[in-house]
C-alpha cells in the first residue's frame, strides 16, 4: 500500500508542479504520512533541469508546510486533548506519537517547534499539542516557517546533488528516500546535539534560579 502511495505522491510532484509540492507538504505537516523526501527531492531535481525555479519549489515546500503546521494547530485546539487521545490512533497519531509529541512541546516550548521541523517523527506531529497547550499562535508560526524553511531547503539541496548525479533515483521512490536519509544522518546528529546543549542550558539555568532550601 505505501509503495503505491508513495507512487502517487511522486507523480503529484511531476504533474502539478509548484500546487504540488504545497498540498504534499501541508499534508506532511499534518497526520498524513508522506515522506518529504519524495517531494522536494525530485522538485529541486526537476527545478535544475528548468521545469521549476529552485527558490520557488522551496518557497512552495515552506508555505505548504505552514499550512498544514496551522490547520493542526486549529483543530487541535478546537477538538482538546481528550477526543485527541480517544480517536488520534484512527488517523496515524497513536497515542505514544502523542505522548512524545506533548513532551517535546512541554520541555523544548517554542524552540522545540522550530528544531522539531528538522527531525523525523516529531515533525509532522508537533503542531498538534502545540495548539492543545495553547501556544503563542505568532511564536509559533515564526518559528515554523523558519524550520520549515531551513528544512525545505536542505531537502531541496540535498535532492539536487543526490538526484543530480543518480537520476535513476526518480525511478525508485523508496530507494531515493533511503539514499536522501542516509546522506542526511550527520545533519540529524548535528540537530540533536543542538537539542541537547540546548536542554543542558536550560537546565543550568534553573538551577541557578532555583531558591537555595535551607536545612
Not at 139 to 152: A, E, N, Q, V
Not at 176 to 184: D, Q, S, T
Request: proline share 5%.
Amino acid at each position: 500500500m505505501l509503495h503505491g502511495l508513495i507512487k502517487i505522491w511522486f507523480q503529484w510532484v511531476d504533474q502539478w508542479g509548484y500546487f504540488g509540492v504545497f498540498a504534499l507538504m501541508a499534508m506532511e505537516s499534518s497526520i498524513f504520512p508522506v515522506p518529504s523526501e519524495v517531494v522536494m527531492a525530485p522538485a529541486a531535481f526537476w527545478a535544475a533541469q528548468g521545469r521549476m525555479n529552485f527558490w520557488g519549489v522551496i518557497l512552495a515546500g515552506t508555505l505548504g508546510s505552514y499550512a498544514g503546521s496551522a490547520i493542526s494547530y486549529w483543530v487541535a485546539q478546537w477538538l482538546g486533548l481528550p477526543i485527541i487521545r480517544r480517536y488520534g490512533k484512527y488517523f496515524f497519531f497513536s497515542p505514544s506519537k502523542l505522548t512524545l509529541a506533548e513532551n517535546w512541546v512541554r520541555r523544548y516550548g517554542v524552540f522545540g517547534i522550530f528544531v522539531a521541523r528538522l527531525l523525523p517523527v516529531v515533525r509532522h506531529l508537533v503542531s498538534i499539542p502545540a495548539g492543545i497547550f495553547k501556544m503563542p499562535y505568532w511564536g509559533f508560526s515564526i518559528t515554523t516557517i523558519l524550520g520549515s524553511g531551513l528544512w525545505c531547503t536542505v531537502l531541496s539541496w540535498f535532492g539536487r546533488e543526490v538526484i543530480g548525479g543518480s537520476p535513476q533515483l526518480l525511478h525508485s521512490p523508496e530507494e531515493m528516500v533511503r539514499v536522501i536519509k542516509a546522506k542526511l544522518l550527520w545533519f540529524v546528529a548535528a540537530v540533536v546535539a543542538l537539542i541537547g546543549l540546548y536542554a543542558v542550558m536550560v537546565c543550568a539555568k534553573s538551577r541557578r534560579t532555583s531558591p537555595s532550601v535551607s536545612g
